[in-house]
């Protein structure tokens, strides 16, 4: 597993970039793309901060509680602030602003707020970190699913972008704003690493329970039957 938490931390990585993008007003780290310009906005940069981190603890082995503690933490963070953001946009219009002073970009109706359909795949990767504190089988399955939804929602902007359609990568003229081609890649990897998170935590479970099983029909000596 020790691959995949720096595949994790590449998340935070990008993140700090972003954010970096803002503090000292450099377009590329904000868009990646001059000609565009569909910022990722300030408050998406710190969700996949948070997303990078907690993916990095679940890599980790249950060990007690903490880990499942400090994974639930980040996820309601998670949600709670895509709530509180989409709450804005719904009913405030311009109170987003303060989000970012310097967002001038194209394809933007409220400035410093993110697309609807980013707001979504926070709480697809928030959702993520309550699935991964199960100790099923079935969560591994879960996970994949919400791998392949990220995937997805990233992937269909990515051919907005490549095709020239910023209906794909969710913008809607007088409505939300268009989803950044970043926001669209970082989703795209965080499904992929999720997805081989998982595939991977379900063949130490599998091991793990084979151990267990033999351990359990394995015959006594017969001294522990005396």
């Not at 597993?1 to 720096?6: A, F, N, V, W």
């Not at 997303?51 to 679940?58: D, K, L, Q, R």
């Not at 392949?148 to 209906?167: D, F, V």
Request: aromatic share 16%; charged share 15%.
């Amino acid at each position: 597993m020790k691959k995949y938490r720096y595949l994790s931390l590449v998340i935070s990585f990008v993140a700090i970039l972003i954010m970096c993008g803002w503090w000292f007003d450099i377009n590329f780290l904000k868009s990646a793309m001059i000609h565009w310009q569909i910022t990722t906005k300030p408050i998406t940069a710190l969700c996949f901060f948070i997303t990078g981190v907690m993916f990095f603890f679940f890599t980790f082995e249950r060990n007690g509680e903490w880990r499942d503690t400090v994974m639930m933490a980040f996820a309601w963070a998670l949600i709670i602030i895509a709530w509180m953001v989409g709450y804005n946009i719904a009913f405030f219009d311009d109170s987003a602003e303060w989000m970012s002073s310097r967002d001038n970009s194209f394809f933007t109706i409220i400035r410093g707020a993110p697309s609807p359909a980013t707001l979504f795949g926070i709480i697809l990767l928030g959702c993520t970190g309550f699935v991964a504190v199960l100790n099923t089988s079935k969560m591994f399955s879960r996970l994949k699913i919400f791998g392949t939804a990220l995937i997805i929602l990233g992937g269909i902007s990515i051919i907005g972008y490549i095709t020239n359609n910023p209906a794909l990568f969710y913008y809607k003229p007088n409505s939300s704003n268009g989803m950044s081609i970043i926001t669209a890649i970082m989703f795209v990897y965080s499904g992929v690493v999720l997805i081989g998170m998982s595939k991977h935590m379900i063949l130490m479970y599998e091991e793990k329970k084979v151990k267990k099983e033999n351990n359990e029909t394995k015959p006594k000596h017969e001294w522990q039957l005396s």
